[in-house]
């Protein structure tokens, strides 16, 4: 298989100070790996784990080699991170796991600048090639609200899959192999896909609106 895109990085949440061993990133980065579609998937530890302010992430993911010719995969606070990159700058595609477009409340979520002021959410759905988008209903952190609010902004570009038993999406298992066909999908030429496609285990899925783009997990 020809590598169709030069590179995929992962963005984990806040307080992962060993990314490659935090929830599935590590996972993912062996199983993107496999697929041939990117010549590198990073997985880098983060500068401010903790707190995940905009003004150190959004320059270190551009470091990485977030540009027009990168997916970003961005789960929880790296997919705030991934939405605030893209109001400036142009993505081959997006992933966005358990994203929110408030603070919830929380001071440390606060503290980390991306829910200062409005989303630029025309420019986010420009500037990705692609927008692929998960949530929970039952996640314990983030409203699925919070969720269906994102997806409905961010218009037909964004592809909204829903589950409802998948909490926060901390294991691979529960949506890694429905990633991976996305992926497939968005970037291979639709003649190659169907002999390629890993089977999903979670269902089917359509575009937004919400209402017509939930795929609900069987488990």
Sequence with gaps: MSLLCKRCIIVPGNGCTNAKK?????????????????????????????????????????????????????????????MRLLEKQKLRGAVLVSACHTDLGDENERASGYYDRPWE?????????FILQWHSTDDPFIPISEARHVAESLG???????????SHFFKWDVFGNELLEKLMMKLQPAESVEALVVEADAGTSSSTPVEAAVSREAT
Excluded at 56 to 81: R, T
Excluded at 156 to 166: A, F, G, T
Aim: net charge negative; glycine share 8%; with cysteine.
């Design 156 to 166: 037909e570009k964004c592809e909204y899959i829903e589950h409802e038993k998948s």
């Design 22 to 82: 935090s929830n599935w990133y590590g996972r993912a980065q062996e199983e993107l790996t496999k697929t041939g579609l990117f010549k590198e998937v990073i997985v880098e530890n983060m500068p401010d784990p903790h707190v995940a302010r905009e003004s150190v992430w959004l320059p270190f993911l551009q470091k990485l080699g977030a540009d027009e010719d990168a997916v970003l995969i961005g789960h929880s606070s790296g997919a705030e991170a991934t």
């Design 121 to 129: 959410w025309t420019a986010i759905a420009e500037n990705a090639g």
